[in-house]
């Protein structure tokens, strides 16, 4: 096996890492949304945070180092339009993936205050989680187009 292509099955796996905590994130909060029950949704969003900050962030972190190295291995030119789209929708995937982390540590919090007082979940808990939702479309979407860029490389 040679350097490139084990910099490449990082690379390759650091963007599954990235679509799949994603996926998983997205799941498991809609699930416990919807069951309006602020002691669950509290613990939920709890975990989703923890594994946000391990497995998705870790990724994310590594996702420039290992594509800046497979550009050196190859000798990719930076200027490629699909490598300029990719890093593009990588900053625009970053600018909602980012504030979603804090609306997601909000919601956590607001959902443990409403179960400890034995309350419904306040008004700014709804608020936030249909922006968590909104934000993920382009977020999520910027990944999965960037996804078929590193394999199709149309331009």
Do not use: C
């Not at 799941?27 to 998705?56: C, E, G, K, N, Q």
């Not at 490629?80 to 990719?86: G, I």
């Amino acid at each position: 096996m040679t350097l490139y292509f084990l910099v490449k099955y990082l690379h390759v796996l650091g963007a599954i890492v990235i679509l799949g905590t994603g996926t998983g994130i997205a799941f498991f909060m809609l699930m416990a949304h919807r069951t309006s029950d602020a002691s669950f949704i509290a613990r939920t969003a709890a975990t989703v945070v923890i594994a946000d900050m391990i497995f998705t962030l870790s990724a994310v972190l590594l996702q420039p180092v290992s594509g800046g190295l497979l550009m050196m291995l190859s000798g990719t030119d930076f200027a490629e339009r699909w490598l300029l789209a990719s890093l593009a929708l990588y900053v625009v995937a970053g600018m909602f993936w980012i504030p979603v982390i804090f609306m997601q540590m909000e919601m956590r919090d607001l959902a443990l205050m409403a179960a400890e007082k034995n309350q419904k979940l306040p008004p700014r808990y709804f608020v936030l989680f249909r922006r968590w939702f909104l934000f993920g479309i382009p977020g999520f979407g910027s990944v999965m187009i960037i996804l078929w860029l590193m394999i199709a490389k149309p331009f």
